[in-house]
């Protein structure tokens, strides 16, 4: 995997003086550490076999007593991804409606997002993460269902990294879900999540930009 920018910093347990740890961790600490959203994808296809890879990999994400609530919509096709950036492209519009971005950082966030939009059906592949709300089967309470759907879209955004993709965590689809439903044709009896943007990125990635734990850690209470 190609990295540039700053350098990653892997927890102290990987420094060299901290004991011997397998190679195999190390390289999984670094996929997390460089899973970033890169907007910026060609248009050369996702093959069938990276676009399962994906999805077993959505699919190893835990859930309430392996109930697996979630399903997939890979979208491919020509006509769909065009008819999906048409349904989507409202989301300018919505956007201008959301608080001014404070930094620089979220600046960019946000027109790199509106770029990803204007050029949406160039994007190889839309994977959809879907799930159904029957957890515990006598009362099915919601927050089972995003506990498990948000652990798979998390796992197919670290699988996309380690396969050297990029898959791009959106909620683009509540600006117009009536129609993504439609278009999807998503029974009604399932929520849609999250919809991810997946390509070959046009540039490197670098490390995520995260707060220091010291800052978000609490030892024994709060």
Known sequence: ????GPRLRLPRLFDADAGEVPASARAVFETLGTA?????LRDEPVSP????ALIWAGTRASSAENSQP????AVTGVEQRRAIAQALSVFPELA???PAPTDAAAERTRAAALRLVDGLADVPLLLFVCGRND????????????SAVFGAAQNIVVAARA????????????ANPAEIRRILGVPPEYKIATMLAVGWPARPAGPVRRLPLEEVVHHDRW
């Open 1 to 4: 995997m190609t990295t540039a």
């Open 36 to 40: 970033r959203a890169i907007r910026e």
């Open 49 to 52: 076999a990276h676009v399962e």
């Open 70 to 73: 979630w399903q997939f919509v």
């Open 96 to 98: 201008r409606q959301l």
């Open 135 to 146: 957890y515990p089967a006598m009362a099915p309470q919601e927050r089972y269902l995003w």
């Open 163 to 174: 396969l050297g993709l990029s898959a791009v965590y959106t909620m683009l689809h509540v």
